[in-house]
Structure formats: C-alpha cells, structure tokens
C-alpha cells in the first residue's frame, strides 16, 4: 500500500502516540505478477521483509491465519485469503514504517505483486486476552 493509497486522513483523527493493532485482511493473485511464484510465494517475501521492519519499530506480528469462510454477513466482496494483526506501539511507529524508503522500494513491491486486494483496517482496543510485553 504505498503512502499515497494510505488514508491520511483517516489516521490522522487517531492519537498518532496511542498503541493501535492493524486488521489486515488479503486477497491473492493466483499467480505473482512478477511472474516468481504464487501471489502467496510473493506475500511470503513481502513478509520476510516486512516482519523485521515492524519490529524495528516495537511492533509485533499478534496473530495470522488463513481465512476460510464468511460466518455471518454477505459473502459478496468479503470472501478474503488470509488474516493478520499486526500491534504497532503507536500510529505514528505504523506511519514512519509505510512512508520509509525501505519499505516503499524493498517490501511493497512484493506486496504488490502479491496481493489483488489487501485492506488495513486501524483498531482500538476494547477488550484484549493478548499481551503485547
């Protein structure tokens, strides 16, 4: 998602120094568009790179998982590949990591590659069972 598909806007109402957990929910190309593999051989290199950026800036992977069917609501649009939660220590850690250069140039194009669709949704916590230190 390069920073001009970010919704500025949007995150800009969060408190940019609140703890914030990312709701990624992703859809593959069946084949990357690199031609290297799958689109989830591409997501999987986007991963490798991505993972240690998160954690540079205290962040953390909570819990992945292959998304395997709507329970409840309309299929239509919401039938996703894979789901990830993904803890940041603050809106502004999420932000400097999607504007870097490293990101931009090393993570996202295989992301890109990799992903017909992948959507982040910014969440605030109510309740958790998950402890982050």
Same mark, same amino acid.
């Given at each position: 998602?390069?920073? %001009?598909? &970010? ?30 593999? +799958?689109?989830?051989?591409?997501? &999987?290199?986007? +991963? ?12 953390? &992977? &909570? ?36 504007? +870097? ?11 890109? %590659?990799?992903?017909?669709?992948h959507v982040i949704i910014a969440t605030s916590?109510?309740? +958790? ?5």
């Amino acid at each position: 998602m390069p920073v %001009n598909m &970010l919704n500025i806007e949007g995150l800009e109402q969060l408190d940019r120094h609140a703890p914030v957990v990312m709701l990624n929910l992703m859809r593959f190309h069946e084949r990357s568009r690199d031609g290297d593999g +799958s689109g989830w051989d591409a997501y &999987l290199r986007y +991963s490798a790179i991505t993972v240690p950026m998160i954690k540079a800036r205290g962040g953390t &992977l &909570l819990w992945t998982g292959e998304a395997k069917a709507v329970a409840l609501g309309t299929r239509d649009g919401n039938e996703w590949d894979f789901v990830a939660l993904v803890y940041y220590p603050s809106v502004a850690a999420f932000l400097d990591m999607m504007a +870097s250069e490293a990101y931009e140039n090393e993570a996202d194009p295989h992301r890109r %590659n990799g992903c017909a669709e992948h959507v982040i949704i910014a969440t605030s916590e109510a309740y +958790s069972k998950f402890r982050t230190k």
